[in-house]
């Protein structure tokens, strides 16, 4: 019983709190936390962008020596 709470717990800790009812619950859970798919992609683009620009970076200083 206390894992069906921990995942419940977790599961609202992804999700809005949002006022409207929808007919399938699915569409609920999609509607709610599309903003945070959303934010996590151009947060993780930004993060590899920066890694690849360093290694980009680091192998041109390797190269030419300096």
């Not at 619950?25 to 590899?48: D, E, F």
């Amino acid at each position: 019983m206390a894992k069906k709470s921990f995942i419940s717990k977790l599961f609202r800790d992804f999700t809005a709190s949002d006022d409207r009812s929808f007919k399938i619950k699915l569409g609920y859970t999609i509607a709610s936390s599309l903003t945070g798919i959303i934010v996590g992609v151009i947060i993780s683009s930004v993060i590899w962008y920066q890694a690849l620009d360093y290694a980009v970076q680091l192998a041109k200083d390797i190269c030419l020596g300096n």
